[in-house]
T-cell receptor, first 113, second 112 residues
Framework: GNSVTQMEGPVTLSEEAFLTINCTYT??????LFWYVQYPGEGLQLLLK?????DKGSNKGFEATYRKETTSFHLEKGSVQVSDSAVYFC????????????FGTGTRLTVIP | DVKVTQSSRYLVKRTGEKVFLECVQD?????MFWYRQDPGLGLRLIYF???????EKGDIPEGYSVSREKKERFSLILESASTNQTSMYLC???????????FGDGTRLSIL
């Protein structure tokens, strides 16, 4: 079946630290992969996406590379800010254009000044 | 930008009431979704719709129903609210395969 596993939080970092949030997936074929971010009190916003192997999605200083060989899509940022404090969700759409998104359980990030 | 609007940010209802959560999108998307979000469980799909008057059950449809009479509007209905339906409810829409979903701001529903 299709599933997403992401590292459990919470993650607490100091401002300007390097961030990695691990995400691995199980799916047949080549799914499309996404990272969503949820700021306090808000809905989910698309952060970045990648639709084929070796693609790199990037936005707002965040990056993630679609690694088919390790079935991973780890989220990274070189220097986090307090404003990056949020919950981050990794998700996939299975190959073949299914409508459903399969989500990980989310990782809460807190950045302290 | 896609705009997905949920009618209420916060809602408090009583056990046994019939509750309606409304969602409207302005981009003529074919597909719409309802999720609930609970701590430690992430997002779970309740129902989705791929066209007017069409609906499909998600992972946790029990205790819920949906209505899609117009393309832009997708309603979630709690037929007889119970305390275990206290949650954050998120609506989303999208167009086409392999496209990302666009989310509303959520409705935090409390059932007393």
């Amino acid at each position: 079946g299709n599933s997403v596993t992401q590292m459990e939080g919470p993650v607490t970092l100091s401002e300007e630290a390097f961030l990695t949030i691990n995400c691995t997936y199980t799916a047949t074929g080549y799914p499309s992969l996404f990272w969503y971010v949820q700021y306090p009190g808000e809905g989910l916003q698309l952060l970045l996406k990648a639709t084929k192997a070796d693609d790199k999605g990037s936005n707002k200083g965040f990056e993630a590379t679609y690694r088919k060989e390790t079935t991973s899509f780890h989220l990274e940022k070189g220097s986090v800010q307090v404003s990056d404090s949020a919950v981050y969700f990794c998700a996939l759409i299975p190959f073949g254009g299914a409508n459903n998104l399969f989500f990980g359980t989310g990782t809460r990030l807190t950045v302290i000044p | 930008d896609v705009k997905v609007t949920q009618s209420s940010r916060y809602l408090v209802k009583r056990t046994g009431e019939k509750v309606f959560l409304e969602c409207v999108q302005d981009m003529d998307h074919e597909n719409m979704f309802w999720y609930r979000q609970d701590p430690g469980l992430g997002l779970r799909l309740i129902y989705f719709s791929y066209d007017v008057k069409m609906k499909e059950k998600g992972d946790i449809p029990e205790g819920y129903s949906v209505s899609r009479e117009k393309k832009e509007r997708f309603s979630l209905i709690l037929e007889s609210a119970s305390t275990n339906q206290t949650s954050m409810y998120l609506c989303a829409s999208k167009q086409g395969s392999n496209q990302p979903q666009h989310f509303g701001d959520g409705t935090r529903l409390s059932i007393l």
